[in-house]
């Protein structure tokens, strides 16, 4: 052979041999990176349930027996929307007849009709609340939880039933509900929306420093005031909170989730200030404006605030991280469920006329939120893998003859459940002045995975929303003495053993009359 010939088969064969290095090398890099790409999409999507997207409607203000006490038989008046049990409906730990006649308050509870939606707002301070339970015999709500604005001491007693709160029994019947579930500690809407999603209420601090007109002891909020971090909070004294929350959790592993609240949205900006002033009026007439800041938990926190109530960059990015800070306008939610990209996890916050709220809210408002957005979600394709949640903030003071376990002990001068100062005894090193589980709420899980016309006995808080998400997402837990690590799992309410496709003998879907809170399909 010649040395050219030589040298053109040696040059071929390093071309050969170079070619097959580049493509196993591309071949390699594509691998990675598809690799990557997988543990990135993993990372947003892995669930250790069936659950792919939660979603937890916040309501305001209502204790169980005010909702469910004689759940599952209303009156059933004449002219009012029905309610008729379902053969072997479970029952409840309501009010029993000797509860409705022999009641060891001053006044026996009474029910109130669905002509009278609309009360006044009951007392449901942290030391209030503590006292009317006295010690555990639940006998002085209208001594301490009736509000100062109610000419009817009596009122505090009473409740609802299926002819007013026609949509929520219905959901019962249909899904789960627990019938032992409790606010984490005594106390209003701020501490209860912190520990939804932190488990967290010390860790306190005051604007301006110094300021000692702050519902704050010991470090620990105990009662309602608005967050630093929020242009439309009240001029004067706020406070922040230092810590982690599940939305930090969130990020860390790249899950998509917002809190979407009604009346977020600016009325105006002057100089890049956010000014909230729009307004709606319940079925009675009053107006009330839409948002609240004291009912916004993540403002609180630096990490995940959006003081300047900013939008989302796009429809594309609501749930991700931007200028919005995954804090958003109740109208966001949808614009993002109908572009297809739902957020993993989504808390909704009703405008304050449909929250429930005694005073400026009523359960038929309520009631018309609750529908029209359960509704909408059970026509969405992402329903089959869809969990809602329907729990509540505080309990406004409303009458409740169950007293849950003190797991959190306190000695503080805002204490008063076993005597002036105390409530039991505190343990070594715990933060002071988050006493509880407090008064019993309503919590409900509607789903296609929802045990059908189940009523849950297993002892949960409002932070079992908390450890739900973390366990689905593994997120891991907050620390630092939050309550998700003593807080028991929602599973008991869910059957994971069927597709979500089919459910539990349910359709998975129920349509309801959001006027009437009545079924509109025929569902099991």
């Given amino acids: 052979m010649s040395s050219f010939s030589a040298l053109v088969k040696d040059f071929v064969v390093m071309r050969f041999f170079s070619a097959i290095v580049t493509v196993l090398a591309l071949g390699s890099l594509l691998v990675g990176t598809a690799s990557a790409a997988s543990v990135n999409q993993s990372s947003a999507s892995d669930t250790t349930t069936s659950i792919q997207h939660l979603v937890v409607i916040f309501q305001e203000n209502v204790s169980f027996d005010h909702y469910f006490g004689t759940y599952p038989n209303a009156k059933n008046p004449a002219g009012e929307p029905q309610f008729s049990a379902a053969p072997n409906t479970p029952s409840v730990n309501g009010l029993t007849p000797a509860l409705l006649t022999n009641n060891p308050n001053l006044y026996n509870p009474t029910r109130l009709d669905r002509s009278e939606p609309v009360t006044c707002d009951q007392d449901h301070g942290y030391h209030d609340e503590q006292a009317a339970f006295d010690n555990g015999l639940m006998d002085k709500f209208s001594q301490f939880t009736a509000g100062s604005g109610c000419t009817d001491k009596s009122l505090v007693m009473d409740y609802y039933d299926g002819n007013t709160v026609t949509a929520l029994w219905n959901y019962a019947q249909h899904f789960a509900m627990s019938d032992n579930s409790y606010d984490t500690e005594f106390g209003p809407s701020t501490p209860g929306a912190l520990n939804l999603i932190s488990g967290q209420t010390h860790g306190v601090t005051v604007t301006p ?50 809190w979407f609240e009604g009346g977020f949205a600016p009325s105006s900006v002057t100089n890049g200030v956010a000014t909230c002033a729009t307004s709606h009026t319940n079925v009675a007439g009053g107006s009330s404006k839409d948002y609240i800041p004291h009912h916004e938990p993540f403002q609180y926190y630096a990490s995940t605030a959006n003081p300047h109530h900013l939008p989302p960059s796009s429809v594309a990015m609501i749930g991700k991280t931007d200028q919005a800070n995954h804090q958003y306008d109740l109208s966001y939610f949808w614009q993002a469920a109908d572009n297809g990209n739902l957020p993993a996890v989504s808390f909704l916050k009703a405008a304050a006329y449909q929250d429930g709220h005694a005073g400026y809210s009523d ?36 009458y409740d003859h169950v007293i849950g376990p003190i797991l959190s002990q306190s000695n503080s001068k805002e204490d008063a459940l076993t005597g002036a100062g105390s409530c039991g005894t505190a343990k070594a090193g715990a933060y002071e002045d988050r006493c509880g589980y407090g008064p019993r709420l309503p919590l409900l899980v509607i789903s296609p995975f929802a045990r059908h016309n189940f009523v849950d006995n297993s002892l949960t808080d409002q932070t079992s929303i908390l450890r739900f998400i973390e366990d689905n997402w593994q997120l891991g837990r907050i620390g630092d003495q939050s309550f998700d690590a003593l807080a028991g799992s929602l599973d008991n309410m869910f059957d994971f053993s069927h597709p979500g496709d089919e459910g539990i003998g349910n359709s998975g879907r129920l349509f309801l009359d959001p006027s009437t809170g009545e079924p509109t399909s025929p569902g099991q």
């Fill in 209 to 258: 420093t110094g300021a000692t007109n702050a519902p704050v002891d010991n470090g620990t909020i105990y009662s309602d005031i608005d967050p630093t971090y929020d242009d439309c909070s009240a001029a004067g004294t706020t406070v922040a909170m230092t810590g982690t929350n599940v939305g930090d959790l969130l990020n860390s592993k790249g899950i998509t989730w917002g």
């Fill in 363 to 398: 359960p038929l408002d309520e009631q018309t939120f609750l529908v029209n957005t359960i509704n909408s979600l059970e026509k969405l394709p992402t329903w089959r893998s869809t969990a809602v949640i329907i729990a509540y903030d505080d309990s406004d003071g409303w």
